[in-house]
């Protein structure tokens, strides 16, 4: 409803994975007026916004949690097997928490209101939808002008635009 009373039309663009194609979301996009589009098999990692550009900080800065995590669990654990050596006492076992939902809730939240709100990202968030062709390159109010992809074998799109 929010797609159709303020801003007319929506797509919603994503990989063929077969769950994302299923009756009740293709019912719910129809119903709040957006229209679900497909990539083509096996062109996400050239096509895929998501994939291009945002995955990869994500990631990093789950890896950067998650080890920050591990590295005050070791220092901890590293104190109690030295007492233990010293008390001549059974060793502590080494086993760190595993991350919960929150962890990762926050974390998300954490490299989206750092790493992915500088004004490079964004910047770099805009070509990369000029560069799959989902934004236009050049734009007037008469005409607009995609980069089209023509070739998986470089790697990259249209390197003549």
């Not at 080494?94 to 939240?109: E, M, N, Q, W």
């Not at 770099?124 to 998986?152: I, N, Q």
Request: glycine share 4%; with cysteine.
């Amino acid at each position: 409803p929010f797609y159709a009373k303020k801003r007319g039309r929506a797509a919603l663009i994503w990989d063929n994975c077969g769950p994302h194609g299923v009756q009740a979301t293709r019912d719910m996009a129809a119903k709040w007026g957006i229209d679900d589009l497909r990539l083509p098999k096996n062109m996400t990692d050239v096509l895929q916004v998501m994939d291009l550009i945002v995955n990869s900080p994500m990631k990093a800065g789950a890896r950067k949690a998650r080890v920050e995590d591990l590295f005050d669990y070791f220092q901890a654990w590293k104190i109690r097997r030295l007492k233990a050596e010293r008390d001549r006492t059974e060793l502590p076992p080494f086993s760190p928490p595993k991350p919960t939902v929150a962890d990762g809730l926050r974390t998300l939240i954490k490299v989206l209101n750092t790493t992915l709100a500088t004004n490079d990202f964004q910047q770099s968030m805009r070509k990369c939808f000029v560069d799959v062709g989902l934004a236009p390159c050049h734009l007037t109010h008469e005409e607009a002008t995609y980069k089209v992809y023509e070739d998986h074998k470089r790697g990259s799109l249209n390197p003549k635009l």
